[in-house]
């Protein structure tokens, strides 16, 4: 059974600070898939990466295949940066989702 | 265009009533997925359903869950004999080709269900 372990689960920052969330996934997933789940409970995809790095405005995706590790990095952080950050493994019997990371900016 | 729909947007029934989710999916998706999610908990799969193959039912959690999709268009979620640890959010999701692995999969804004 895949597994996919997030962290940290909570993380209070102040705004402009450089935000990092970290994924460690088992053997068996191919693809990382990156979420972001807005307060009101809508999910949308922000990345997809099985190696090195994207990048979409302030968000920054990385993977390294070696370690079974990705992270989400957010620069110069807003308080509509607020929101849970979800990791998910795609293998074989589809996405596996870690439990989130639950991300406050405050102004 | 339209995205993916889910009705009601909350359901509070009583335990032991029956209830019925519907998801709506993007036009032309292919493949539609049913996850749950309990409060503080990851998103669980529940069911798969691409194109005219047979489901993946390998996520219902007992025989009171059942669903179907229409074509490849409207899906129901059912759940039988409803219990309090049913509570909580049904979310549907659509993706173009069904490529598990690979593909982006576009999410509704889910049912909250409650039951009391």
């Known amino acids: 059974k895949n597994e996919v372990e997030q962290s940290p689960q909570n993380l209070t920052a102040q705004e402009g600070e450089f935000i990092t969330i970290n994924c460690s996934y088992s053997?068996?997933?191919?693809?990382l898939h990156w979420l972001q789940q807005h307060p009101g409970g809508g999910i949308v995809s922000l990345f997809m990466?099985?190696?090195g790095k994207k990048k979409h405005g302030r968000l920054i995706a990385t993977i390294n295949i070696q370690e079974k590790h990705s992270s989400l990095h957010i620069t110069a952080s807003h308080p509509r940066d607020s929101a849970v950050y979800i990791c998910a493994g795609g293998g074989a019997d589809g996405l596996t989702f870690g439990k989130g990371t639950h991300l406050i900016i405050q102004p | 265009g339209a995205g993916v729909s889910q009705s009601p947007s909350n359901k509070v029934t009583e335990k032991g009533k029956d209830v019925e989710l519907r998801c709506d999916p993007i036009?032309?998706?292919?493949?539609l997925y049913w996850y749950r999610q309990r409060l503080g908990q990851g998103l669980e799969f529940l069911i798969y359903f691409q194109g005219n193959s047979a489901p993946d039912k390998s996520g219902l959690p007992s025989d009171r869950f059942s669903a179907e999709r229409t074509g490849e268009s409207v899906s129901t979620l059912t759940i039988q004999r409803t219990q309090q640890e049913d509570s909580a959010v049904y979310l549907c999701?659509?993706?173009?080709?069904?490529?598990?692995?690979?593909?982006?999969?576009?999410f509704g804004p889910g049912t909250r269900l409650l039951v009391l």
């Open positions: 990466l099985s190696s």
């Open positions: 999701a659509s993706s173009s080709r069904g490529d598990r692995v690979w593909e982006t999969q576009y």
């Open positions: 036009s032309g998706h292919t493949a």
């Open positions: 053997v068996g997933i191919s693809a």
